[in-house]
């Protein structure tokens, strides 16, 4: 009896088939941090990230910042209101400040129509009867845009939602001139350092 016992368990086991290599349990890649990002705003907020037209850097920093709660005039990880977010945004990533309020954030020389909003724009609401601008976003792609709300901290918002539709205002594209104007400084200071280098050179 034993014996047949046997001989049925060794025919169990003989007929089992693993539906997966047992080492390619460890030789699967850990996820790339591109990837990482692209699952979470894939997932969460259907935005599509392309690892070259994507400003990876963006999208990092505003997952780290992502449910930081809404503090009026605070700018740090303890709390933030939307222009100190857009704000520690710009200073954080490209090394420059915007201006403290909304309102002296929205530059109308670098005005865009919302139909041609591209990542990077920031976008200007006036919420309630304001007569001025008193809220402010960065728009990402796809109708989306993160901004430090009342309710919620900071969060990712389309700007089809009808309350977001009925107060927006205007945007502008005065980060990417900021991010040109920054470009070119350092490509002067290159060339300065280069002609002082050449006259050092020429004196001894």
Same mark, same amino acid.
């Given at each position: 009896?034993?014996? /047949?016992?046997?001989?049925?368990?060794?025919?169990?086991?003989?007929?089992?088939?693993?539906?997966?290599p047992f080492d390619s349990l460890y030789t699967k =890649?850990? %996820?790339?941090?591109?990837?990482? !990002? %692209?699952?979470?705003?894939?997932? =969460?907020?259907?935005? $599509? /990230?392309?690892e070259a037209e994507s400003d990876i850097e963006l999208y990092a920093f505003i997952k780290r910042w992502y449910h930081t709660r809404y503090v009026l005039g605070g700018k740090s990880k303890w709390g933030t209101d939307c222009s100190g977010f857009t704000g !520690?945004?710009?200073?954080? /990533?490209?090394?420059? $400040?915007?201006?403290?309020?909304?309102? $002296?954030?929205?530059?109308?020389?670098?005005?865009?129509? %919302?139909? $041609?909003?591209k990542e990077g724009d920031l976008v200007f609401f006036k919420i309630g009867w304001n007569r001025y601008i008193s809220h402010v976003g960065l728009y990402l792609g796809n109708h989306k845009f993160v901004h430090a709300a009342v309710w919620g901290g900071v969060i990712i918002s389309d700007l089809r939602e009808p309350y977001y539709a009925r107060w927006y205002y205007a945007a502008s594209r005065n980060i990417q001139y900021l991010k040109q104007i920054k470009s070119k400084g350092k490509e002067i200071k290159k060339i300065a350092i280069q002609v002082f280098e050449n006259q050092l050179e020429a004196v001894f």
């Open positions: 009896m034993r014996f /047949l016992l046997l001989i049925l368990i060794f025919n169990a086991c003989s007929n089992f088939v693993y539906s997966e =890649k850990p %996820k790339t941090r591109f990837e990482i !990002l %692209k699952e979470f705003y894939w997932n =969460k907020f259907q935005i $599509d /990230l392309n !520690l945004l710009c200073d954080s /990533l490209y090394g420059f $400040d915007l201006p403290r309020t909304a309102y $002296d954030q929205y530059d109308p020389r670098f005005h865009v129509n %919302k139909s $041609d909003l």
